[in-house]
Structure formats: structure tokens, C-alpha cells
């Protein structure tokens, strides 16, 4: 079993910047591929962003390439998502996800959730 902690969520102002870390327990972490997702009020999840194991491959959505840098401390068993050039479209709760194998974007893919922190950006 994987248990995924979000936190670093908080409200913030247009244009600033945000780190989000999820910290991981249970099962080996090293090679799992992990992946932030968010939801915003009255809309489906969607993917944000995904490591693989080593650091080395990195997926974005569009929305936020650019601005988003996803990275991950194996040592310490946490994954980060720098969050810079905030918008109020960034407002949603940001939930980290874990799988294993090659780096995937779709909600059904992984297997194992964290309960979300919330991120909303005022204009």
C-alpha cells in the first residue's frame, strides 16, 4: 500500500508563485512514476504534470508548460510541483498520484491518490 500527503496549497495573488510537495510512504517510491492532477469547482480532474523515476522524462499539460516545473527527491520520498505565474484558471484542488511503469497522464492509469490541497489564485 501507498500513502500520498499533499501540502503547500494556500490562497495566493495573480502572478505568484506556489510549492506544492507530496510526501509518500508504504511501498517503494524509487521507480514509481508520479503525477500531480487537479479539479476545479464544477469540472472533471485533469492531469498537470508527471515524473518518471530517475528525474530524467517529464510530461506537462499544455496549460502549464512554462510555468510548472514537477521534481522529485527520492531520498526523501517526496515529489514537488513549483507552481510560478499563478492564474485564477490555477484555482482547483491539486491532488499527487503515484503509478508504476512508463509515464502516463490519464486519472485511470494510477493507482494510488492523495486526498488533494487546495490552490486558489485571487485576482
Known amino acids: 500500500q501507498v500513502q500520498l500527503v499533499e501540502s503547500g496549497g494556500g490562497l495566493v495573488q495573480v502572478g505568484d508563485s506556489l510549492r506544492l510537495s507530496c510526501a509518500v510512504s508504504?511501498?517503494?517510491?524509487?521507480?514509481?512514476?508520479m503525477g500531480w492532477f487537479r479539479q476545479a469547482p464544477g469540472k472533471e480532474r485533469e492531469f498537470v504534470a508527471a515524473?518518471?523515476?530517475?528525474?530524467?522524462?517529464?510530461y506537462y499539460v499544455d496549460s502549464v508548460k512554462g510555468r510548472f516545473t514537477i521534481s522529485r527527491d527520492n531520498a526523501k520520498n517526496t515529489v514537488y510541483l513549483q507552481m510560478n505565474s499563478l492564474k485564477p484558471e490555477d484555482t482547483a484542488v491539486y491532488y499527487c498520484?503515484?503509478?508504476?511503469?512508463?509515464?502516463?497522464?490519464?486519472?485511470?492509469?494510477?493507482?494510488?491518490w492523495g486526498r488533494g490541497t487546495q490552490v486558489t489564485v485571487s485576482s
Open positions: 515524473i518518471v523515476w530517475n528525474g530524467a522524462n517529464t
Open positions: 508504504g511501498r517503494t517510491f524509487t521507480n514509481a512514476v
Open positions: 498520484a503515484a503509478t508504476y511503469g512508463y509515464i502516463k497522464s490519464k486519472i485511470s492509469e494510477y493507482d494510488y
